[in-house]
């Protein structure tokens, strides 16, 4: 069951949270020259820089000092979406007249790389495990697939749709597609091929759940469409009157972000299939044993059944990191951050997932 709550945003006044504020202000109009307004932001997790799409150009920032530390110089990129590829440290902006080009930027140096021919695009997302950018042609009814490493436009597979959004699930290694006018496409990460089809509604923006394997899609009939994205199937519509806009997922609290255009509010989906950290046992009224972390060492409890479960750390985006068996697991060469313990079954119940902390 679906847990819906909504905040309130009464004259543009948002309420901070204690201990939260406005840390730093960066002028992006300094020795650089102007940049113009700001708009679209991509952050390199590879060098901790900040690209943020400008009026004449794209500026970027240093995560480390908050400093504005180059620019470059192109079109005006402020109102297109773009996306980071981490495994060949480039950035891929859309731009020019409706989209008409990728630019390819170095996401060491922000150097302008390439452009690309790729007409209509409004939408883009990126494959970390085929090393491919997936660009959506709104008009034409394309999906076009990028090559991350030659940076050339290898295929161009009809959608069927008009495509106003693309999402990517890594465990699947699927595309979702989606059409502002009938439901959503979707494409094998592998063979580039349309693999299904789910219609009877519009999906104007899309996220992927990692945690529970869900597709979330904002429809422009005042509803969210949620799609079993192990199906590829509809599993249900939360209605929602407020006008659903975009979609994003919180991994660590497990839920989804609706933003609401018809009166500036913003919903809070919770899904109850998610992970749980903990859970009483009631023959023996104690603790299910949970995994721990200690100085590096991911403990993993022994299953209760007799029968050996596979058993995954996965990453927010539902990235598997490293198979783990019971016992004491080295985490000390993980990134630190929030990953999942998951063990495989046909469905995904509230007891086989936990949360746990890498930190250093």
Not at 98 to 106: E, H, I, K
Not at 208 to 223: E, G, P, T
Request: aromatic share 8%; hydrophobic share 40%; glycine share 10%.
């Amino acid at each position: 069951m679906k847990l819906v709550a909504v905040l309130l945003f009464i004259a543009c006044i948002v309420s901070v949270a204690p201990g939260q504020w406005v840390e730093k202000t960066i002028v992006l109009p300094d020795s650089l020259s102007a940049l113009g307004i700001p708009g679209t932001m991509v952050y390199n997790t590879g060098n901790n820089f900040l690209f943020i799409g400008c009026d004449s150009g794209v500026a970027i920032v240093d995560g480390f000092s908050d400093r504005l530390i180059a620019r470059t110089p192109t079109r005006s990129l402020r109102d297109y979406p773009a996306c980071y590829a981490p495994q060949v440290n480039k950035v891929y902006w859309l731009g020019g007249e409706y989209g008409s080009r990728t630019f390819v930027l170095d996401g060491a140096t922000g150097r302008d790389l390439k452009h690309l021919l790729t007409p209509n695009a409004g939408a883009i997302c990126y494959n970390p495990q085929a090393n491919k950018v997936y660009c959506g042609d709104y008009y034409g009814c394309n999906v076009m697939v990028i090559d991350g490493t030659t940076d050339d436009v290898i295929a161009i597979d009809s959608a069927g749709v008009f495509s106003a959004s693309l999402c990517y699930s890594p465990r699947r290694n699927k595309v979702y597609v989606g059409s502002a006018h009938n439901g959503v496409t979707v494409v094998d990460g592998g063979s580039n091929q349309v693999v299904a089809r789910i219609e009877g509604f519009t999906a104007r923006r899309l996220c992927y759940d990692s945690l529970n394997d869900k597709v979330y899609c904002a429809s422009n009939a005042y509803d969210v469409a949620v799609i079993d994205a192990a199906g590829d199937s509809l599993l249900r519509y939360i209605p929602d009157n407020d006008g659903p806009w975009d979609v994003c997922y919180n991994p660590v609290q497990n839920r989804v972000y609706v933003s609401n255009e018809g009166n500036s509010t913003i919903s809070v989906l919770r899904d109850s299939g998610g992970g749980i950290e903990e859970t009483m046992d009631d023959e023996r009224g104690t603790m299910n044993a949970a995994p721990t972390v200690i100085r590096g060492v991911l403990f993993l409890p022994g299953a209760a059944s007799h029968k050996p479960q596979a058993t995954s750390l996965m990453d927010a985006t539902g990235r598997k990191v490293l198979d783990l068996k019971p016992g004491a697991n080295d985490v000390r060469a993980i990134v630190p951050g929030v990953y999942f313990v998951r063990a495989e079954s046909r469905e995904l119940s509230a007891a086989s997932c936990y949360k746990i902390v890498v930190t250093r």
